[in-house]
């Protein structure tokens, strides 16, 4: 761990700060030096982001940025132990990936209507689906909140989407099979994300800030309340969405694998905010690309496509606001990537894998993110290992 220096609010580093973007260590020291931050720390998977650096977590009094959180909302993973080998699995991993991504829509995809949310394991729907009704931002400028922007809603729901979003069959090392999935709150937390951040934008406490997207709401606000209100729904979205998806991904599977039974699930989101005390003080914690530690829970850090995961138990380390990586982190951009990178680069980066490897995933390629191991290494006071995985399929939008 280093601390940088010159900041207003203490910032606790670890990751070696020759390794981030100037733009990053920037972003990091002007959210240090807003008035309202108690403390910040940052993960070894750090790297520039809008408004707010991901990988960090900002620890604020009475105040919460929504370009802290980020504009997908509750994005998270969530990993199922399989009880079978890897021995057993299907010599064709490629028809186990073609199940899968029949069973899950990706990219812009949607289901055709609801699915079936008994899928999920998870009770209170129609409480839920009732209470889109009472979030308290417009979510569509074009359909304006009406009937159909709330069907189009929930037809996302068990959907991957894109980007760094994946579906994984994983083995660990006692071969035992594993299933895995990271996505988020899908259209609906971008929109809710982008309108609350348009509001903060304009408050006059914010008009003097150096970076109009670092915006805060102030505690005992409307503006404050209703973006708390929309959040939390929106981040109840994003568990729902991983339940529904893992419950199409586990029958994908046994349609390929009939009678094979499932332990019990680690769930966890990395883009949230969450009320916290440390050092005697109530805090706002807001994590965008980093995942909780606290009371020793179990936690998942993501390689990038192919290079395998972690399962980690949390060590609830204060130093870091009780929190650790969301993976291995962004170490150029996507435009960087799809022009340093070929398909064919793809095809040996990912070699023994069962996934796409074709231009529309370049900018997901291995070479694109940081070295998982290095991410590992630099925060063995924040986690312990309890899993390595490794990638056998690989789904993406």
């Known amino acids: 761990m280093e601390t940088m220096r010159g900041s207003r609010a203490p910032v606790r580093m670890w990751v070696d700060p020759t390794t981030v973007e100037y733009d990053a260590l920037n972003q990091v020291r002007r959210v240090a030096d807003m008035p309202w931050t108690h403390g910040v720390a940052l993960m070894p998977d750090a790297h520039h982001g809008k408004g707010a650096t991901v990988g960090s977590v900002i620890a604020m009094r009475d105040a919460v940025s929504p370009a802290a959180v980020g504009v997908d909302i509750g994005c998270g993973m969530q990993a199922l132990p399989v009880l079978m080998s890897a021995a057993d699995l299907p010599d064709d991993l490629g028809a186990l990936r073609s199940a899968i991504e029949s069973a899950v829509p990706v990219g812009m995809s949607s289901h055709s209507g609801m699915p079936d949310t008994r899928l999920s394991g998870v009770s209170g729907w129609s409480d839920f689906v009732n209470r889109f009704d009472d979030l308290t931002m417009t979510l569509s400028t074009r ?5 159909e922007y709330k069907d189009h809603v929930f037809t996302q729901l068990g959907t991957l989407g894109g980007g760094n979003h994946f579906i994984e069959v994983c083995s660990d090392e006692d071969e035992r099979v594993w299933l895995m999935l990271h996505s988020g709150s899908r ?4 929109e809710l994300a982008e309108r609350h951040i348009s509001v903060a934008r304009d408050l006059p406490h914010n008009a003097d800030l150096p970076d109009r997207d670092l915006a805060v709401f102030l505690a005992g606000t409307p503006e404050m309340k209703a973006y708390r209100h929309d959040l939390y729904w929106a981040q109840e979205f994003a568990a729902r969405n991983r339940a529904v998806m893992m419950g199409l991904v586990r029958n994908a599977f046994r349609q390929q694998v009939p009678g094979v039974r499932f332990g019990e699930s680690i769930r966890c989101h990395h883009n949230y905010v969450s009320e916290e005390t440390y050092d005697g003080v109530d805090l706002l914690i807001t994590r965008k690309g980093a995942i909780s530690t606290q009371g020793g829970r179990l936690g ?3 390689g990038s496509m192919g290079t395998g995961s972690y399962i980690v138990k949390g060590l609830g380390n204060e130093a870091a606001f009780c929190s650790a990586s969301h993976g291995a982190g962004r170490r150029m951009s996507r435009g960087a990537a799809k022009r340093q990178f070929t398909v064919d680069d793809l095809a040996s980066q990912t070699a023994g894998v ?3 490897k074709d231009a529309g995933v370049v900018d997901e390629i291995p070479g694109a993110y940081k070295d998982l ?3 590992m290494n630099q925060q063995t006071d924040l986690v312990e290992i309890v899993h390595k995985l490794d990638t056998l399929v690989c789904v993406k939008g």
Do not use: A, F, H
Request: glycine fraction near 6%; charged fraction near 30%.
């Open 354 to 356: 069962e996934c796409r």
């Open 300 to 302: 998942i850090i993501p």
């Open 143 to 147: 359909r304006r909140n009406t009937s």
């Open 187 to 190: 259209n609906v937390g971008k």
């Open 373 to 375: 191991q290095t991410v």
